[in-house]
């Protein structure tokens, strides 16, 4: 062997060993963030794990044999619905999981490692466990995305040097859907996006002639990403015109290979539901009623646009369009050309192209692993018309700094949906009002208060506003509270506010029933601060589940015609992180309802006689030791 051949043996071994432990530190770290964040988006794919344990132990994907009880079917939509279980479709007299069935399907290996441990979404007497059913989804969702973040390096490292290769990998995970909404839950696009970044990579090593092209394995990853989440019908389409231009030795074991696929998805169609498509597969869903503001809203509605909460993908498009005769694998770049703009054409035309409760473009997330390699195909062009330059440049510099400033946007961003709750509750009320609405888009929700839309609703003293009557309080709330329920409505979030005008101010007691989200030896205390007008007039401590009577002084000098009565709750916790029940909301007190009275007079001359009643006393308020009560 030549000096040459071993200096070149040694630089590739040393390559690969850096490599390696790039794949593991961006492993380790993507990991760790998305399983300890916060935010958990387990909504559609709720009773997923039950499928997959359902078909690991019985073999059926009727999940009524499962344990899962029947009840009264309800109308939804094209299907109908088990109960309020929107997740669940009854079909004649058996009950199936409506979302695609690929995902489920897929994560069976999964689920049988998690038993072997004693984690099962089923009790042992073969009733639903939302515990574990949550744990599972967010540990694999954690994991898959971990992987593809690596996978992202390994697909860099094609065409780009080490360190590009690991700020691409990083980036595009953080400042992504990647972090805000494929790692959140066992969403269809966790395995979906999984999928793509294996058939991205496969691509490009064909296409650089590392590898041939593996037909069989190709058209079977597209096979399932198809069952897994059926708009990718974009991608099938668009790769298999690539197979036929440009491998057509291939093609026909590629064909036949998805052939064979398809027909087995039409005969578990037609053997669990008679007819050839599950319902959420049928194309009618797809009506293109409200195309142009469908498509306007995924692209930049504040609270659903793609390019609002992934700016980044600004960068590698400016870069195209500058360096675009330096550009590589021009083949492949037409294909995610038409994948893309493909994709988001669909998306718009569902009249529901805002996805419902989620955090930001939630349906475009199938496309981030084709953005990865438009950034890399672009910033390699980028470096090879730099090389060329070989001279310091301005223009470069600027474009360096202006990149980095899109990433660092977007991973705040995309940061904010994993990290902050309030990002998620803001889903929970006037969801459709907010989606154009730039004072209170979502990436902002718990940074800024949302604007106040409604007129101070003049108070009639001596009445009494039941909360559970949207017609009798509505009008009086502002943010933090949630949707009314049997007899009272609960507050969500560490602050609620309530607004009321008066004609003419006077000294007021303001009088409650609350219940405090207590749960004893997990959360022990509320405590609540009531600001009158933005100055502290009472603070208190619950801690006693049980209901309670509160009274409060509202002083004359504090009340004007309109008021703010702001109750700032810090203890204000989730049911569903404390792993007390699937309640995702930020609970501090339930209001059964208030009432507003005039001071007696000889209650006023006690409290002129023994207090002060100026502004200065109530601000001092806020240095006094919080007391308890059970009243």
């Given at each position: 062997?030549?000096?040459h ?8 071994a040393?390559t ?12 380790l ?12 988006q ?7 794990m ?9 073999q ?19 299907y ?10 009854v079909?004649?007299n ?10 489920s ?8 490692v ?15 466990n ?13 994991l ?9 390096f ?10 590009w290769?690991?700020?691409i ?7 992504t ?17 999984m ?10 090593m064909?296409?650089l ?19 897994v ?40 169609s ?8 599950p ?18 809203g ?32 021009p ?44 950034t ?14 070989r001279?310091w ?21 995309n ?8 990002t998620?509750?803001?889903n ?36 009494e ?18 949707w ?9 979030g ?9 004609d ?29 007008n ?18 409060v ?15 700032r709750l810090?203890?204000?916790?989730s049911?569903e992180l404390?792993?007390?029940s ?28 023994n ?7 109530y ?7 919080l007391?308890?009560t059970?009243?």
């Amino acid at each position: 062997m030549s000096q040459h051949s071993r200096r070149w043996n040694i630089w590739k071994a040393e390559t690969r060993a850096r490599d390696l432990v790039a794949i593991c530190f961006i492993f380790l770290t993507t990991f760790t963030l998305f399983w300890f964040s916060p935010v958990h988006q387990v909504t559609d794919s709720n009773y997923s794990m039950v499928l997959s344990d359902c078909l690991l132990r019985k073999q059926t994907f009727r999940l009524d044999s499962c344990g899962i009880p029947v009840l009264e079917p309800k109308p939804r939509d094209n299907y109908l619905t088990n109960g309020i279980i929107y997740q669940l479709e009854v079909v004649g007299n058996h009950i199936f999981y409506f979302f695609p069935v690929g995902s489920s399907i897929l994560s069976v290996p999964y689920v049988a490692v998690a038993s072997v441990f004693g984690v099962s979404p089923r009790n042992p007497d073969g009733s639903f466990n939302w515990l574990a059913e949550m744990t599972l989804e967010l540990f694999l969702a954690a994991l898959l995305m971990a992987v593809l973040s690596s996978l992202f390096f390994m697909l860099s490292r094609m065409l780009l040097p080490f360190g590009w290769s690991l700020l691409i990998a990083l980036g595009e995970s953080l400042g992504t859907q990647i972090w805000s909404t494929a790692s959140r839950g066992l969403w269809s696009h966790t395995w979906s996006v999984m999928l793509a970044g294996v058939v991205i990579y496969l691509l490009m090593m064909a296409e650089l002639k590392i590898r041939k092209l593996p037909p069989v394995l190709l058209a079977t990853l597209l096979a399932w990403m198809y069952f897994v989440r059926p708009t990718n019908s974009v991608v099938i389409l668009g790769v298999t015109g690539f197979v036929f231009l440009f491998y057509r030795r291939q093609f026909a074991v590629f064909m036949l290979t998805g052939m064979g696929w398809l027909a087995i998805f039409l005969y578990y169609s037609w053997h669990n539901f008679g007819q050839l498509l599950p319902n959420y597969y049928r194309a009618d869903r797809l009506d293109f009623g409200t195309f142009p503001v469908g498509l306007q809203g995924t692209l930049i509605s504040p609270s659903r646009g793609l390019f609002v909460f992934v700016p980044v993908l600004i960068f590698p498009a400016l870069l195209l369009i500058r360096h675009w005769k330096y550009r590589p694998l021009p083949r492949l770049m037409w294909l995610a050309f038409f994948v893309t703009s493909g994709m988001v054409l669909t998306i718009s035309g569902f009249s529901n192209w805002w996805g419902g409760d989620g955090f930001g473009p939630r349906f475009t997330t199938d496309l981030v692993p084709w953005f990865v390699m438009l950034t890399v195909v672009t910033i390699k062009a980028a470096l090879t018309w730099r090389q060329q330059r070989r001279e310091w440049d301005l223009a470069w510099v600027i474009q360096l700094a202006f990149g980095a400033l899109l990433l660092a946007v977007s991973v705040f961003i995309n940061a904010r949906g994993a990290l902050a709750v309030e990002t998620w509750r803001w889903n929970n009320i006037g969801l459709g009002n907010k989606l154009w609405d730039w004072r209170q888009p979502q990436f902002l929700a718990g940074l800024i208060t949302p604007p106040l839309d409604q007129d101070y609703s003049p108070l009639v003293i001596g009445s009494e506003i039941e909360f559970a009557n949207p017609e009798s309080s509505n009008k009086y709330l502002w943010y933090g509270w949630s949707w009314p329920e049997a007899g009272f409505r609960w507050t969500d979030g560490k602050e609620a506010t309530f607004i009321f005008g008066l004609d003419k101010p006077a000294d007021l007691k303001f009088k409650m029933k609350v219940l405090p989200f207590i749960r004893e030896g997990i959360q022990d205390q509320q405590r609540i601060y009531l600001y009158l007008n933005g100055v502290l007039i009472d603070s208190l401590v619950l801690n006693s589940n049980r209901d309670t009577q509160l009274s409060v002084d509202l002083p004359s000098s504090l009340l004007r015609q309109q008021n703010t009565l702001r109750f700032r709750l810090p203890d204000a916790a989730s049911p569903e992180l404390l792993k007390v029940s699937p309640d995702q909301r930020q609970l501090a007190i339930a209001i059964y309802w208030i009432e507003v009275e005039a001071r007696p007079a000889e209650a006023l001359m006690a409290s002129n006689e023994n207090a002060r009643t100026d502004s200065c006393y109530y601000v001092l308020l806020s240095h006094l030791p919080l007391v308890s009560t059970s009243r």
